[in-house]
């Protein structure tokens, strides 16, 4: 019945799991996060609070040069005085960023900034934290775009780990999920009819098919990524 469910993407039984995490993450990662907007949020607010000089600063190998094919994406690792240059820039710069934001706030009796002014000048790779609350329909969106290999590391990563508990607490729907979703795939009308084609023994062509450049490639890709 769950893998029935899943595959005719009846969402509702799915919606009457729900799960809430307490996260601890960089802002940068936060603000891509939260585009995930079916959740509910409950996020540390420094308008009230003086947050933690705690800084993400990426592992050598995750310092990438921009994609030069992709404008969302990472390219050649950078190597040795360049990757250097680059940590160094990173941890001096949050260092300051802390500093300055300490020297600006309101403390004790001292005259100073107030907090929600003060944290303006925060670096995007401060950690915040916040109380995350999803239903498992809209979960399993979340884990097919965030745990999906294109995705950004940084969040890929908390993706990772939330699959790994939803594994556990929910086995069967996570399995169906897996099936459907992670490792399925969705063909359009126009592909159906060339695989249609194909298995026929037809030369089929993308200018047969209709298809443009890109969905020609992604069909492609289909049977060939799984090779």
């Known amino acids: 019945l769950i893998r029935y469910l899943m595959r005719h993407w009846h969402s509702t039984p799915f919606?009457?799991?729900?799960?809430?995490?307490?996260?601890?993450?960089?802002?940068?990662?936060?603000?891509?996060?939260i585009r995930h907007r079916t959740a509910n949020v409950n996020e540390y607010s420094a308008r009230y609070s003086i947050?933690?000089?705690?800084?993400?600063?990426?592992?050598?190998?995750?310092?990438?040069?921009?994609?030069?094919?992709?404008?969302?994406?990472?390219?050649?690792?950078?190597?040795?005085?360049?990757?250097?240059?680059?940590?160094?820039?990173?941890?001096?710069?949050?260092?300051?960023?802390?500093?300055?934001y300490e020297e600006m706030l309101s403390q004790d009796d001292q005259q100073g900034l107030a907090r929600e002014l003060a944290r303006m000048n925060l670096p995007m790779n401060i950690y915040t934290q916040w109380y995350w609350k999803t239903d498992l329909h809209n979960l399993f969106h979340f884990l097919r775009l965030r745990a999906d290999a294109h995705a950004q590391y940084e969040i890929r990563v908390y993706a990772e780990a939330i699959a790994q508990m939803v594994a556990d607490w929910v086995p069967l729907a996570f399995g169906a999920f897996e099936d459907y979703r992670m490792g399925g795939v969705t063909l359009s009308s126009k592909a159906i009819d060339a695989l249609k084609r194909m298995l026929k023994g037809e030369d089929v062509t993308r200018e047969s098919t209709g298809m443009s450049a890109g969905e020609w490639r992604e069909f492609k890709g289909v049977w060939e990524d799984r090779a």
């Open 15 to 33: 919606e009457m799991c729900e799960i809430k995490l307490h996260v601890k993450l960089p802002v940068f990662v936060a603000r891509q996060w």
């Open 51 to 100: 947050l933690d000089r705690e800084f993400y600063i990426p592992e050598p190998a995750q310092l990438a040069a921009q994609s030069t094919v992709n404008n969302q994406g990472r390219g050649a690792v950078l190597e040795g005085a360049e990757a250097a240059r680059v940590l160094a820039l990173l941890k001096s710069d949050a260092a300051q960023m802390y500093d300055h």
